[in-house]
């Protein structure tokens, strides 16, 4: 079954630096794949969507890449804040039933 | 807009006591879908609704669980009798769109089974 992955260790980065998530996925290529943002106390927020044949998407200081050979996405904050620190999730249609698998998020830090 | 709303935001019982969530999804949204999520994990789904229907509830452990959404709108998740392992928090979310599947979620109820 698929499975994701994504760094169970907090990433600590440098107020202004580029802050650089990973999630890898373990079989086939989804559709979709979807990052969200997590706060202590909070639900998810949906941040972005990249699909299959999209190779880089952006929005603002964010930016998602997808890269189906490499089983792999990768998603940036440029620019990093503070404010940024929080959990980050990925998810992935698992098949073609309109759910969500999800990965186990990537604590951010960012010090100023 | 108001966003998903659930109650209450946190809840302590004492093991083998009944409990229940409440949700109310964002208005125009059809798919409700109720998560476990665990420290450290990601969100786990228990059950998805279309409308009042629960097309995929093959995560609810149906010995202790139930969901009801009358309907189509707000929806009950309840648990009894509660076991210890199931503290953790309770995540509603909705969403609009279901061939990208966005979802919206609630900020959640945080169970203490003691």
């Known amino acids: 079954s698929q499975k994701i992955e994504q760094n169970s260790e907090a990433l600590n980065i440098q107020e202004g630096k580029t802050a650089t998530l990973t999630c890898n996925y373990t079989?086939?290529?989804?559709?979709?794949l979807q990052w969200y943002r997590q706060d202590p106390g909070r639900g998810p927020v949906f941040l972005l969507l990249?699909?299959?044949n999209e190779k880089e998407k952006r929005k603002e200081r964010l930016k998602v890449t997808f890269d189906t050979t490499l089983k792999q996405s990768l998603f940036h904050i440029t620019a990093s804040q503070p404010a940024d620190s929080a959990t980050y999730l990925c998810a992935l249609p698992p098949d073609s039933n309109y759910q969500l698998i999800w990965g186990a998020g990537t604590k951010l830090i960012i010090k100023p | 807009e108001a966003g998903v709303v659930q109650s209450p935001r946190y809840k302590i019982i004492e093991k083998k006591q009944p409990v229940a969530f409440w949700c109310n999804p964002i208005s125009g949204h059809n798919t409700l879908y109720w998560y476990l999520q665990n420290l450290g994990q990601g969100p786990e789904l228990l059950i998805r609704?279309?409308?009042?229907?629960?097309?995929?509830d093959s995560q609810l452990p149906k010995d202790r669980f139930s969901a009801e959404r009358l309907k189509g709108v707000d929806s009950t998740l309840k648990i009894q009798p509660a076991e210890l392992g199931d503290s953790a928090v309770y995540l509603c979310a909705s969403s609009l769109d279901s061939s990208t599947d966005t979802q919206y979620f609630g900020p959640g109820t945080r169970l203490t089974v003691l």
């Open positions: 609704y279309e409308n009042e229907e629960a097309v995929d």
């Open positions: 079989n086939y290529s989804p559709a979709y």
């Open positions: 990249i699909r299959e």
